[in-house]
């Protein structure tokens, strides 16, 4: 039986297997092609953790938001491009995307207007900029229903539809 770790700076990817009772023995065991010496290098940086590393202890830790987290605090292209997605209540994340909806809708003539002659004059650009911050608002609430889904799958509270019993194909 492993030991419990007294360190103090854990990664993310220790602190994921520890809250699941996991030792690094046991994680060995579940995930593919995975010993416990490698699942240390991760969890002490002693590796660089790849994107496919990251795939799979998300998928066998039942933890979908470690793919995020890879993305928004490792990857040097997600650093760039991809938002920071958040465990919400399905509640709050649609009154966040209705709201984010409903203030688009109210923008679209404007938009429409400012992209008519393909260009974005000086005097178009900061409403410009205001209708892309409503997008990216748009786009996070997106990407915390789908991280959502995927939390509720991974805890088997919300079933695919292709592995329901019965389902057509």
């Known amino acids: 039986m492993g030991r419990k770790s007294t360190k103090a700076n854990k990664s993310i990817y220790q602190m994921t297997r520890e809250s699941l009772d996991l030792t690094r023995e046991k994680a060995g065991e579940l995930i593919p092609g995975f010993s416990p010496e490698r699942i240390e290098k991760i969890e002490n940086g002693r590796i660089q953790v ?4 990251v795939m799979l202890m998300a998928e066998y830790y039942k933890t979908p938001s470690l793919r995020n987290y890879y993305c928004t605090n490792e990857c040097p292209i ?89 389902s057509a194909r």
């Open 78 to 166: 997600g650093q760039v491009h991809v938002q920071r997605t958040e465990s919400k209540e399905l509640g709050q994340i649609a009154v966040e995307t209705l709201n984010a909806l409903n203030r688009i809708s109210r923008s679209k003539d404007r938009l429409l207007e400012i992209v008519e002659d393909g260009q974005v004059r000086p005097d178009e650009y900061e409403d410009f900029l205001e209708i892309k911050q409503l997008l990216d608002r748009l786009a996070l609430s997106v990407s915390n229903l789908q991280l959502w889904v995927d939390e509720q799958i991974a805890a088997g509270k919300l079933a695919r539809p292709d592995s329901a019993s019965g």
């Open 50 to 53: 790849q994107p496919e590393d």
